[in-house]
Nanobody
Framework: QLQASGGGLVQAGGSLRLSCAAS????????VGWFRQAPGKEREFVAA????????YYADSMKGRFTISRDNAKNTVYLQMNSLKPEDTAVYYC??????????????????WGKGTQVTVSS
């Protein structure tokens, strides 16, 4: 199972770090990603990281503001979010894929999904 945490309420321009912890099995051989869904909108790809952490892939609107990383010893993936904007308000989900790294696929989703965490950015 995957469980996202670290969400909360933050002012515009602030930062949050989300964590995605795996339990019951390891995802150290799998790519992991973050997605988000705002009210009334479709789910949106945010970022992905390869099994080793050596490769990353971001949605254009997140480049330079968000950083994805992972610690396989802790079975945890992180999303550092800086310079947050009100339009970043959404439920953020982490997910893992069957592949080790196939970034062209992740824009459309991944195979294993966790529960999300709410991020609210006030103006």
């Amino acid at each position: 199972q995957l469980q996202a945490s670290g969400g909360g309420l933050v002012q515009a321009g602030g930062s949050l770090r989300l964590s995605c912890a795996a339990s019951g099995r390891t995802f150290s051989n799998n790519a992991v990603g973050w997605f988000r869904q705002a009210p009334g909108k479709e789910r949106e790809f945010v970022a992905a990281i390869s099994w080793s952490g050596g490769s990353t892939y971001y949605a254009d609107s997140m480049k330079g503001r968000f950083t994805i990383s992972r610690d396989n010893a802790k079975n945890t993936v992180y999303l550092q979010m800086n310079s947050l904007k009100p339009e970043d308000t959404a439920v953020y989900y982490c997910a893992a894929d069957q592949t080790a790294w196939a970034p062209g696929k992740y824009y459309y989703g991944m195979d294993y999904w966790g529960k999300g965490t709410q991020v609210t950015v006030s103006s």
